[in-house]
């Protein structure tokens, strides 16, 4: 007989760090990322009986959390006050860059940064979760529910974009707001 | 030779250790002829480490207190748990027993606790034990400084028991956050690679002794006794009766170390 569902806590506890990470990307700002967060491991408690024991917990939350994301958005949108929180538009004040966590603020690392928040936020999720949190392009699509191709090329084209600003990165003083 | 035509995406993969060897091969016989190329994949390289650079500190930022609920099981399901004890007795007497300590655990929950000592023993078991490579962070090699490291981190002095006459070898240690207090974790593996963790922790001033407990939690059999200065758990995947004769086994050497070394 099946002993009662339930989540590995210690797991759980392991993975916010990651969580909130990556919702800090996607939402570009603490306070909702941590809603994001919140929302993602309720709906992980409600969902626990889908969770294969013994499979990575972490990717698990991580398409969870997409998914809720996705919905926020969805809801966002059609609530005409909102902005759209692709980085095409101007503006990008929502996307701050954690400067304050620097070791050394280096201009260019800067510029790379604020360019990482100006990519559309389909672009910088694969991003972070290629580059950063070192996903198999395998676990990116399933996170993203997106073909490995889609994965491939979203990543080719915000690492080009990325490359080209480094390249041009002009040593003038960047207008981001350092928190020390 | 050209193997080739390189595709942008061949370069992101090569970057990203994902591509089949013999196309990285293919990739890196460009790179040692093709400057530009070379320095674009260099490029990419740098962007990856500039993003961890910037982003991994945002790891150890203190978890709000929200978050840390949100990771426990919500009460609506701790309610539904209570229920779970009373189907379970009803199909095995062992489960019966196991699930009256859940009704007991759901009860601690309530009272804030995050989670039990048997429980949280379990899960952490579960989580190292698994870990094939690295289960420990001291190997039984370094036994005398793991145990002092140990004894130093716990605020007093631990053993390592010697299980070897039930087949399990010292693997060798780690400390582990308990749920209350910093926990030492010794694991132990037989002749079959099945491990077993030993956990020990300092008792909080005024709980009570509980004699020898057992309970199944997410499949890791736990028997755990508590005395008037330490808690103890031995967890593993083993059937109940060796569980219970390789914890009588840990409780007396641990009875003898205690009386040797007063704290």
């Known amino acids: 007989m099946p002993t009662e569902p339930s989540l590995p806590h210690p797991e759980l506890l392991a993975a916010i760090p990651r969580l909130r990470r990556y919702a800090r990307v996607l939402t570009g700002e603490s306070t909702r990322a941590d809603d994001l967060v919140q929302e993602t491991l309720a709906r992980a408690w409600e969902k626990r009986r889908l969770w294969a024991a013994g499979t990575d917990l972490r990717a698990w939350l991580f398409t969870i959390m997409h998914n809720v994301f996705v919905n926020q958005r969805a809801l966002a949108r059609r609530d005409a006050q909102n902005v759209s929180l692709d980085g095409d538009e101007d503006g990008n004040a929502a996307w701050q860059i954690p400067v304050r966590a620097m070791q050394q603020t280096r201009v260019e690392l800067m510029e790379v940064l604020r360019e990482v928040g100006r990519l559309p ?60 | 030779m050209n193997p080739l035509p390189l595709t942008d995406a061949d370069l992101n993969a090569y970057v990203d250790g994902a591509l089949a060897p013999a196309r990285a091969a293919d990739v890196e016989q460009v790179l040692a002829r093709d400057a530009a190329i070379a320095t674009r994949v260099a490029d990419m390289r740098q962007q990856n480490s500039i993003l961890r650079e910037a982003l991994d500190p945002w790891l150890s930022d203190p978890i709000p207190p929200a978050l840390l609920d949100a990771a426990r099981m919500p009460r609506a399901a701790v309610r539904w748990r209570r229920f779970a004890p009373y189907f379970a007795a009803a199909a095995t007497l062992l489960l019966g027993v196991a699930s009256g300590w859940s009704l007991r655990d759901a009860t601690l929950e309530h009272g804030g606790t995050p989670t039990t000592f048997a429980r949280q023993a379990a899960l952490t078991h579960a989580l190292y034990a698994g870990d094939v490579n690295r289960p420990v962070e001291i190997w039984a090699a370094e036994e005398k400084r793991l145990v002092t490291w140990l004894s130093k981190r716990l605020g007093f002095g631990v053993h390592a028991p010697d299980l070897n006459g039930a087949g399990f070898a010292l693997v060798g240690g780690r400390l582990v956050a308990g749920n209350e207090r910093p926990t ?19 008792q909080p001033p005024g709980t009570s002794d509980v004699a020898f407990r057992y309970a199944v939690e997410d499949g890791v059999g736990v028997f755990y006794w508590i005395d008037e200065v330490c808690a103890y758990a031995l967890s593993g995947q083993l059937d109940r009766a060796q569980m219970l004769t390789i914890g009588r086994a840990v409780y007396a050497q641990l009875a003898v170390a205690e009386t040797a070394t007063p704290k």
Request: hydrophobic share 45%; net charge positive.
């Open chain 1, 121 to 180: 936020v389909d672009q910088r999720a694969v991003l972070v979760l290629a580059a950063v949190e070192e996903m198999r392009y395998e676990e990116i699509a399933a996170v993203l529910s997106i073909p490995v191709g889609t994965v491939m090329s979203r990543l080719s084209r915000a690492r080009e974009k990325l490359r080209r600003v480094a390249q041009a990165a002009p040593s003038e003083p960047s207008t981001l707001k350092i928190v020390k």
């Open chain 2, 184 to 202: 030492a974790l010794f694991m132990y593996e037989n002749a079959d690679k099945q491990r077993l963790s030993l956990q020990v922790r300092k």
